[in-house]
């Protein structure tokens, strides 16, 4: 029997990281529970009122964040507030597959462009890998704004 997983990122700015994932992958942040969202309003809006009504105080209401696969398909990313910087090279980090079925040129320029995308919105490139086959297509290593590697891939 599968299982599902949830990844969980250690954050200083839960909010925003999460709101950074959710721009990379298409997730969305889910409503609060029990509040049924207007197609137009905003999920994180919604959090901040039901949070105020449920009594949490206000310099609590950046603890935690969360961001779902719309379809229903990718796992639930969970951002939880943690007071210590990151202090060295994550033990594991996503893959972001931006290019199934390319290769060469074709997919290394798709992989430049989600690239230039995402350091617009806050990320950091790191270096590119060229394309090595059999054993590598290429891919380009970066990290989001609170220094999390990840792949383009």
Not at 126 to 131: I, M, S
Request: contains cysteine; glycine residues 8%; charged residues 25%.
């Amino acid at each position: 029997m599968s299982r599902h997983i949830q990844v969980t990122f250690d954050a200083h700015d839960p909010r925003a990281l999460s709101s950074f994932w959710r721009n990379v992958l298409g997730y969305v942040h889910p409503g609060p529970p029990g509040v049924d969202l207007p197609e137009d309003a905003d999920p994180l809006d919604a959090w901040d009122g039901f949070l105020a009504r449920v009594g949490v105080p206000e310099e609590q209401r950046n603890t935690r964040s969360a961001i779902e696969d719309p379809d229903g398909h990718g796992p639930r990313l969970f951002f939880q507030q943690v007071p210590e910087d990151k202090a060295a090279k994550n033990r594991v980090h996503l893959d972001v597959r931006v290019a199934p079925g390319l290769r060469g040129e074709e997919r290394m320029a798709a992989l430049e462009a989600e690239c230039d995308r995402l350091v617009a919105l806050g990320a950091t490139r790191v270096c590119r890998y060229e394309p090595a086959p059999p054993m590598s297509a290429g891919f380009i290593v970066m990290t989001d704004p609170e220094g999390n590697e990840f792949c383009l891939d």
